[in-house]
């Protein structure tokens, strides 16, 4: 089973920066598009940024200018650099990665377990 385990959540003040971290377990060998979803309480889960593997990115307009997506293909890792947080962006934070592909089996979508990020105004 293949799973996307994610860390750098935490708390952190308005104006401050976190780095989120999401890698894929062994034997992938492909991830098409790698992303961000956050879910606040009581709200429905949205998008924060995607990537391609080519390096193509998206970002939600609340975002923009402040969150920097990334990924390293060779470690199937996808990252968001967060600056300037606001109260906000408080949320879980969802890892997501589509078309994973290991020997033998393509998986269509993954999700990670979620890590919490609070900021505080």
């Known amino acids: 089973q293949v799973q996307l385990v994610e860390s750098g959540g935490g708390l952190v003040q308005a104006g401050g920066s976190l780095r989120l971290s999401c890698a894929a377990s062994?034997?992938?060998?492909?991830?098409?598009?790698m992303g961000w979803y956050r879910q606040a309480p009581g709200k429905q889960r949205d998008l924060v940024a995607t990537?391609?593997?080519?390096?193509?990115?998206n970002y939600a307009d609340s975002v923009k200018g402040r969150f920097t997506i990334s990924r390293d293909n060779a470690k199937n890792t996808v990252y968001l650099q967060m600056n300037n947080l606001k109260p906000e962006d408080t949320a879980v934070y969802y890892c997501?990665?589509?078309?994973?592909?290991?020997?033998?089996?393509?998986?269509?979508?993954?999700w990670g377990q979620g890590t919490l990020v609070t900021v505080s105004s």
């Open positions: 997501n990665a589509k078309e994973v592909y290991i020997p033998g089996t393509r998986y269509l979508e993954l």
């Open positions: 062994k034997s992938v060998f492909r991830i098409n598009a």
């Open positions: 990537i391609t593997s080519d390096g193509n990115t």
